[in-house]
């Protein structure tokens, strides 16, 4: 259990550290791109890599998942406590809502100011990853 306990956390910290590049490449590289310091192409291969670091992460932790059959309940086997994978669950999906939907928001309807709220939805996304990190 040592080992897979290890894989589970650096996968999960791998995709907090995945939100932190991501935000990194549409600020901080963007800025740099608009300033002419960096081109179009290497914030398209910047985007490839961060999206690629999600999927892997996810990957991850799938494998540790399905190597360690115990993660998952027998049927009628409920945990009545709340614990750090419960808080994690919540802030990937308060995550979604307030990252995700935002972004759509603004896609669609041109109002840039939503992009004031992404910052919130990717904060749940890392502090989700942290939560499967050192959930128990």
Same mark, same amino acid.
């Given at each position: 259990?040592?080992?897979?306990?290890?894989?589970?956390?650096?996968?999960?910290?791998?995709?907090?550290?995945?939100?932190?590049?991501?935000?990194?490449?549409?600020?901080?590289?963007?800025?740099?791109?608009?300033?002419? +310091?960096?081109?179009?192409?290497?914030?398209? &291969?910047?985007?490839?890599?961060?999206? !690629?670091?999600? #999927?892997? /992460?996810? @990957?991850?932790?799938?494998?540790?998942?399905?190597?360690?059959?115990?993660?998952?309940?027998?049927?009628?086997?409920?945990?009545?406590?709340?614990?750090?994978?419960?808080?994690? +669950?919540?802030?990937?999906?308060?995550?979604? &809502?307030?990252?995700?939907?935002?972004? !759509?928001?603004? #896609?669609? /309807?041109? @109002?840039?100011?939503?992009?004031?709220?992404?910052?919130?939805?990717?904060?749940?996304?890392?502090?989700?990853?942290?939560?499967?990190?050192?959930?128990?």
């Amino acid at each position: 259990a040592g080992q897979s306990d290890f894989w589970w956390r650096a996968h999960a910290l791998s995709g907090a550290v995945a939100v932190a590049l991501g935000a990194f490449g549409g600020h901080g590289l963007r800025s740099r791109m608009e300033k002419g +310091a960096l081109t179009v192409r290497m914030l398209e &291969v910047w985007e490839t890599a961060v999206r !690629y670091h999600f #999927v892997h /992460t996810m @990957v991850g932790l799938i494998a540790v998942l399905m190597r360690n059959q115990h993660f998952f309940k027998k049927p009628g086997e409920f945990s009545s406590g709340v614990n750090e994978r419960n808080y994690a +669950a919540t802030m990937a999906f308060i995550g979604n &809502v307030l990252f995700c939907g935002s972004l !759509y928001g603004m #896609v669609l /309807t041109d @109002v840039k100011k939503l992009g004031i709220i992404t910052p919130f939805g990717g904060t749940c996304f890392i502090v989700s990853w942290v939560c499967l990190a050192f959930g128990k």
